[in-house]
């Protein structure tokens, strides 16, 4: 067995065999105000709490720490945005002054420990001292993507009950201009719940009115506050609140603990991303994502690194050499993204000609996660950057990875199309549909045993029994992760698709994910989507879509043939694979992962509400007329 699986192997057996121990030894990177009564508190299952009686404060450990130990002077965060041509840099002596007076300006308005405060804002700095400024005070934040409509922001104020919403007058998506305050008015007026106030940040490109005696000038407010100190929590307590859509239309709230989340993406730094203190970690994502929320934010400043906020995009913003240009510029040492984004850059440049433009020989590590990394992206990214490229697994749910290459115990061998072995922490198996452990190759539920690791969610806010009913009631002392996979021989774990996509054609149980790789394998693919509609006969059949890579000429009729065939040769004709579409986008949410339970709406002819978290609405049309076209939604 080599060096690097021992220290894996070792790490997740005395992980499982000891938590306590295991995460007492990891907790000694974190300052806190007082120790813990005890590791762990089982004592009401299956609800678990880490670190029960200690007391800290996440906004000192991600940024006064570092002060106070020397460092004031480095890099703590920069910000890039090609969309208003601005690059801003902050010490963490700066980032500490700039986060204490936005906290001060957040208690004069009456925020104290406790108290909620949402967050509705883009990607600009002020949104992160908005987040760090809440647990400064020891208040609760919940992030919620600027420019969200206003019925989803209302639900989750009517849900969190904020003091006060922190937002901006605009976002810049695509080239254009979105207000905020008209959504953000629009929002609280839907809304039961009304905040004493709402701070907002005045952008060059958009002018806010503001609401007398409710409104507040971002600007002006923190002019005038004090600087406020840091408040020790029980490490029990709530640091964010992060809504995920639910299956009854209400959003669940998940709760962040403040101990073991600072725990956790403290230890994952280090020991997933290999990454040191004062080295440069971009993770190109959204802080209205629990991406942003760990590893723009707090894990690379929990650890003392510099951390990327970017207000662009992968392509377009203005090419698609954008992430190299930034990573060129601000020595970027590792880069986490979505498998999307590599294959927006791959679409658009698919020789890579953008990555030889640029100086990249500080960049030696690259992390996938959110959407199936199919095994030709991460070749391709691979052979082009001559880096590794590890695909990881984890949810909003889990708040860190579950799955992965730990580079930081020593790096694994790579399997294409799996994000490796279980994170020290996670107890992962797959299950078959009776209720027992699948075996080596089976497509199985994904389940985690309890308990959970630090840093995973608690419960939801307020809703223990939807918690239970959610992630808890089908398999008794596992959680569900809704995920479908299977494990190899090697223990090497493969995530293929949400359970609800796996699919029963005549009988047979088939992965559309499996399906995706096929058609992703091809030269002229650039991405795909597989969903399964309803047959009258079979139940279920599959049916492709795919984007082609820029400069492709080719007939699209030839090029679905070849797909439909390399799905009957790779996988078999059980699949039944017949119809490849060839699209010009796939309808994503604002992470990038795409809407395929949307598309099967479509496609079956059943009614369908807009996803809140959309993209781009107008590729929902377009794949509507795309189904027309070859005779879907079928009629009786």
């Not at 990214?381 to 749910?397: C, F, K, N, S, Y």
């Not at 223990?491 to 698709?497: A, F, H, I």
């Not at 090029?559 to 579409?581: D, H, Y």
Request: a neutral charge; one cysteine or more.
């Amino acid at each position: 067995m080599s060096t690097a699986a021992t220290g894996y192997e070792d790490a997740h057996a005395r992980s499982l065999r000891d938590p306590e121990a295991f995460w007492a030894q990891a907790a000694e990177d974190i300052s806190w105000n007082t120790r813990w009564d005890r590791v762990l508190d089982r004592s009401n299952p299956p609800f678990v709490r880490w670190f029960p009686g200690a007391t800290l404060n996440t906004c000192y450990n991600a940024v006064d720490r570092h002060v106070e130990r020397g460092r004031g002077k480095q890099r703590a965060l920069v910000y890039d945005s090609p969309v208003t041509g601005v690059v801003r840099s902050f010490s963490y002596l700066q980032l500490r002054d700039e986060i204490a007076r936005v906290a001060g300006a957040l208690r004069a308005h009456g925020v104290g420990r406790g108290d909620r405060v949402i967050i509705y804002m883009p990607g600009v700095p002020e949104a992160i001292f908005g987040m760090l400024a809440c647990a400064r005070l020891g208040a609760v934040h919940s992030v919620v993507f600027g420019g969200f409509a206003p019925k989803e922001l209302a639900t989750r104020i009517d849900d969190a009950k904020p003091v006060v919403i922190l937002s901006a007058s605009c976002g810049i998506e695509a080239g254009r201009v979105i207000e905020y305050k008209p959504l953000l008015d629009r929002a609280i007026d839907l809304a039961a719940h009304k905040p004493r106030h709402c701070l907002v940040l005045q952008r060059p490109q958009a002018h806010a009115a503001l609401t007398p005696g409710r409104d507040v000038d971002w600007q002006d407010a923190v002019a005038r506050a004090e600087p406020a100190a840091c408040v020790p929590v029980a490490s029990t307590d709530p640091l964010y609140i992060h809504y995920t859509s639910g299956t009854t239309g209400i959003p669940k709230g998940v709760v962040r603990d403040n101990g073991g989340h600072a725990v956790a993406l403290r230890w994952s730094m280090t020991n997933v991303f290999a990454t040191g203190p004062g080295e440069v970690f971009w993770a190109a994502s959204d802080i209205g994502w629990t991406v942003g929320h760990g590893y723009i934010v707090y894990g690379p400043l929990l650890l003392g690194a510099t951390t990327i906020l970017y207000e662009g995009k992968p392509v377009g913003t203005p090419d698609a050499g954008a992430f190299w240009r930034l990573c060129a510029e601000h020595g970027v040492n590792v880069l986490f993204t979505a498998p999307t984004a590599f294959r927006a850059i791959k679409r658009e440049d698919p020789e890579g000609r953008h990555m030889a433009a640029y100086d990249l020989s500080r960049f030696r590590l690259l992390y996938l996660a959110g959407e199936r990394c199919d095994p030709d992206t991460l070749l391709w990214a691979q052979a082009r950057l001559g880096v590794p490229v590890i695909d990881h697994w984890w949810q909003t749910e889990l708040g860190w990875p579950a799955i992965a290459n730990c580079v930081g115990l020593g790096m694994l061998p790579v399997k294409p199309g799996s994000p490796t072995k279980p994170v020290p922490g996670y107890d992962i198996r797959v299950f078959g549909d009776a209720g027992a452990e699948a075996k080596a190759g089976e497509i199985g539920k994904i389940v985690i045993r309890l308990p959970l690791p630090p840093g995973a969610l608690p419960t939801l806010w307020n809703n223990d029994e939807g918690f239970e009913r959610a992630y808890l009631s089908q398999y008794p002392g596992y959680y569900l992760a809704g995920d479908a996979g299977y494990v190899d021989e090697d223990g090497y774990l493969y995530v293929m698709s949400r359970i609800d996509d796996i699919i029963n054609v005549a009988g047979h149980r088939l992965s559309t994910g499996a399906m995706e790789e096929v058609l992703a394998g091809h030269g002229d693919v650039a991405e795909c989507a597989v969903v399964g509609v309803a047959d009258a006969l079979k139940g279920e059949i599959p049916v492709g879509f795919v984007v082609l890579k820029a400069g492709v000429d080719r007939p699209q009729e030839a090029i679905a043939t070849e797909l439909v065939g390399r799905v009957r040769e790779l996988i078999g004709p059980v699949a039944a694979f017949k119809l490849a579409i060839v699209v010009r986008a796939l309808p994503k949410t604002r992470s990038g992962k795409i809407l395929r339970g949307t598309i099967k709406r479509i496609a079956d002819g059943v009614e369908y509400a807009m996803p809140a978290t959309i993209e781009d609405p107008t590729v929902l049309t377009h794949i509507t007329e795309c189904l027309t076209a070859v005779g879907y939604p079928k009629r009786d």
